[in-house]
T-cell receptor, first 110, second 115 residues
């Protein structure tokens, strides 16, 4: 079992719809969770992090964490073609080391 | 402008050759990291360094070596012992005061191809 698992996609949504990206993790002791966005051929950039159970909102993005079920999700409201990218879920280990999932490809169709 | 500079962006290597990828940052960050990215896989940690003159192995250190002689620089050498070195290599850094956020600042990456 991989430490961080994501559906590789691609996930296709129409412009203006809500995109829902999911991630599960195996280490029940994990405390910090991150979503990075990576455009094709570019380096990842952090868009959200969450530590506590529940929802965290930042603009069009909402991160959701459920530690009991060991999953974290990212919702993107009013999806735009510019949101088309690979979204990487990452979980923090001891010592500020991050373990990354393989990423989900999101395609927003105009 | 502050940032992380990786060079070269593209590199071709013959089998049996060692190559060194450069990573320089002017963000005054304490910690630096090297990740490898392969298609269909997440980023995998090769080496990391929290302070100058100290570094630790990550999950896939075999066939790689690093040094941290200066705070700004964290070069990665891909040795001939690395069996499958063709990949996209990403250098990252993070400041000490954001150690708990897990935020990494990435360079633009170096794409290594073994011929």
């Amino acid at each position: 079992q991989k430490e961080v698992e994501q559906n590789s996609g691609p996930l296709s949504v129409p412009e203006g719809a809500i995109a829902s990206l999911n991630c599960t993790y195996s280490d029940r002791g994990s405390q910090s969770f991150f979503w990075y966005r990576q455009y094709s051929g570019k380096s990842p950039e952090l868009i959200m992090f969450i530590y506590s159970n529940g929802d965290k909102e930042d603009g069009r993005f909402t991160a959701q964490l459920n530690k009991a079920s060991q999953y974290v999700s990212l919702l993107i409201r009013d999806s735009q073609p510019s949101d088309s990218a690979t979204y990487l879920c990452a979980v923090k280990r001891y010592g500020n080391k991050l373990v990354f999932g393989a990423g989900t490809i999101l395609r927003v169709k105009s | 402008d502050g940032g992380i500079t990786q060079s070269p962006k593209y590199l071709f290597r013959k089998e049996g050759q060692n190559v060194t990828l450069s990573c320089e940052q002017n963000l005054n960050h304490d910690a630096m990291y090297w990740y490898r990215q392969d298609p269909g896989q997440g980023l995998r940690l090769i080496y990391y360094s929290q302070i100058v003159n100290d570094f630790q192995k990550g999950d896939i250190a075999e066939g790689y070596s690093v040094s941290r002689e200066k705070k700004e620089s964290f070069p990665l050498t891909v040795t001939s012992a690395q069996k499958n070195p063709t990949a996209f290599y990403l250098c990252a850094s993070s400041p000490r005061d954001r150690a708990n956020t897990g935020e990494l600042f990435f360079g633009e990456g170096s794409r290594l191809t073994v011929l």
